[in-house]
């Protein structure tokens, strides 16, 4: 069955950076779209960045341009979110997610603060 799980999360001090990896199973990896979502206390879960299978085509949140970078290494079945510059908001879940399948991983806490 389809499993994904993340990891890498932890607590850090604002304008450090952090590295998510989230590895599939389950699935013909490299044939589908990766996203990673977060959930902040008392908010929705919202789409942090997304990569298609293909092309690698990145698109991000607005709140995450230009500090976050998502990538992919297909060979390894593992989606990962570069997180730099991070800032008290950036605290959430973190959750990798593939929408062909609907599946979730189980999270990873990041925590952003001094």
């Known amino acids: 069955q389809v499993q994904l799980v993340e990891s890498g999360g932890g607590l850090v001090q604002p304008g450090v950076s952090l590295r998510l990896s989230c590895a599939a199973s389950?699935?013909?990896?490299?044939?589908?779209?990766m996203s990673w979502y977060r959930q902040a206390p008392g908010k929705e879960r919202e789409l942090v960045a997304r990569?298609?299978?293909?092309?690698?085509?990145?698109t991000y949140a607005d709140s995450v341009k230009g500090r976050f970078t998502i990538s992919r290494d297909n060979a390894k079945n593992t989606v990962y979110l570069q997180m730099n510059s991070l800032k008290p908001e950036d605290t959430a879940v973190y959750y990798c997610y593939v929408g062909r399948w609907n599946s979730w991983g189980q999270g990873t806490q990041v925590t952003v603060s001094s």
């Open positions: 990569i298609t299978s293909t092309t690698s085509t990145k």
């Open positions: 389950g699935f013909t990896f490299s044939n589908y779209g």
